[in-house]
């Protein structure tokens, strides 16, 4: 259930200083499970239980030196993409620039920090204010991918640069070991890259874009549809709207279904595949 942290603890009805808090947190099953796989020995474990602390759930109590995770977010954005374009540099050495780039966007996306935050458990761990706590509240993505980028800003604080990056590959080895997920896996680079990559074929083909038009349902999920000539091609439905589209380009480009809008007195499908095919074996 989410936020279990939060109902347990938003019920304390005193705080004295930052310790309170994390003399709560730390007699917690779910923090405990959390501490030791993430495997930082902490100078200062305070910096951790800042991190796992909401600004609605620090309203009000930082004359009691409660902080929120705003300040470490903001620190751990830039040293994480830091560490991503350093490690893809050392791990891609016949990668061109362009891709690099491309690939670090893909990794450091929200949707990329928002699933690492999922195998964490960061929308049990993270300490909301009351009112939320209370609810049947699922955090977006947006709201895991910053905790996960607080707690890179709190490791780095406490521990220095250099330490918390072999740190942090050591997290994606555990991460890859008992989930079996590959944090570098260039799969994420093809799948980031989609969108443009539809863009550009339909633009060779077609000589025009696709379009994605988006709505929310009730249940924080959007509907997003892929069209072309205002037309509905396909559909999705996702938490992110920007991980619905790229779902949409993937599966137009596998399926090559832009094809179907080709005049057959210009060139017809056949062609542009043989073509395709002829060009990948090239």
């Avoid at 600004?55 to 560490?83: H, M, Q």
């Avoid at 620039?97 to 690939?103: D, P, R």
């Avoid at 991918?145 to 080895?173: H, M, N, P, T, W």
């Avoid at 991460?175 to 590959?182: C, L, R, S, V």
Wanted: proline share 2%; aromatic share 10%.
């Amino acid at each position: 259930m989410a936020y279990k942290l939060s109902r347990e603890l938003s019920c304390a009805t005193k705080w004295n200083t930052k310790n309170d808090l994390l003399n709560n947190l730390v007699v917690q099953p779910l923090f405990c499970e959390f501490y030791r796989f993430i495997n930082v020995k902490f100078k200062d474990p305070n910096l951790l239980a800042q991190a796992l602390c909401h600004s609605s759930f620090a309203y009000g109590k930082r004359e009691n030196g409660i902080e929120d995770n705003e300040r470490l977010e903001f620190l751990g954005d830039s040293e994480f993409g830091s560490y991503v374009t350093s490690r893809l540099y050392e791990k891609f050495p016949n990668m061109s620039e362009g891709e690099l780039s491309k690939f670090r966007a893909a990794l450091i996306s929200e949707e990329s920090l928002n699933e690492i935050g999922a195998l964490l458990n960061l929308s049990n761990l993270l300490l909301v204010g009351r009112n939320l706590a209370g609810q049947n509240y699922k955090p977006s993505p947006g709201i895991v991918s910053s905790a996960f980028e607080a707690i890179v800003g709190a490791i780095i604080k406490d521990q220095g640069v250099e330490k918390g990056r072999l740190l942090l590959d050591e997290l994606f080895y555990r991460i890859k070991y008992q989930f079996g997920i590959y944090f570098w896996d260039l799969k994420k680079l093809h799948e980031f890259d989609a969108k443009t990559r539809l863009q550009e074929e339909t633009v060779r083909h077609l000589k025009e874009t696709p379009q994605y038009e988006s709505r929310k349902l009730d249940n924080q999920t959007f509907e997003v549809a892929l069209k072309f000539r205002d037309q509905i091609l396909l559909t999705t439905q996702d938490v992110s709207k920007k991980k619905a589209e790229r779902k949409l380009a993937q599966r137009a480009l596998l399926e090559k279904l832009y094809l179907m809008y080709v005049p057959l007195d210009d060139k017809t499908a056949t062609d542009i595949v043989m073509a395709d095919i002829q060009n990948n074996a090239s």
